[in-house]
């Protein structure tokens, strides 16, 4: 059964920087899926915030993180990765990744197959 595990959430102050990690175990073919990083605040919807498609391997960005996030895959250690730098207490919420076995570059959470359980950032002030 194909799973995913982020971690390296916790608490950070405004200004400092997080990486989250997403592990992959029992995926074939890894470099083919799209991932994406997904976060959802309290009384808020699920966002889309970077993805990284598994075709054209082409990156796109949430305008709220444009600059401040970057998203990276080592597909050799089935891992991604979301570099937070510059965090303000509005980027506070529950991170998600996730895989989409289309390939694409996209932010349509319903399309993607595959998700974490999820790892709590909190940005303090």
């Known amino acids: 059964q194909p799973r995913l595990v982020e971690s390296g959430g916790g608490v950070v102050q405004t200004g400092g920087s997080l990486r989250l990690s997403c592990a992959a175990s029992d995926f074939s073919l890894v470099e083919y899926y799209t991932i994406a990083w997904f976060r959802q605040a309290p009384g808020k919807e699920r966002e889309g915030v970077a993805c990284?498609?598994?075709?054209?391997?082409?990156?796109l960005y949430a305008d709220s993180v444009k600059g401040r996030f970057t998203i990276t895959r080592d597909d050799a250690r089935n891992t991604a990765y979301l570099q937070m730098n510059n965090l303000k207490s509005e980027d506070t919420a529950i991170y998600y990744c996730?895989?989409?076995?289309?390939?694409?570059?996209?932010?349509?959470?319903?399309?993607?197959?595959?998700w974490g359980q999820g790892t709590q950032v909190t940005v303090s002030s």
């Open positions: 996730a895989f989409d076995g289309s390939g694409l570059l996209h932010f349509e959470s319903e399309k993607y197959d595959y």
């Open positions: 990284f498609s598994g075709a054209g391997r082409q990156t």
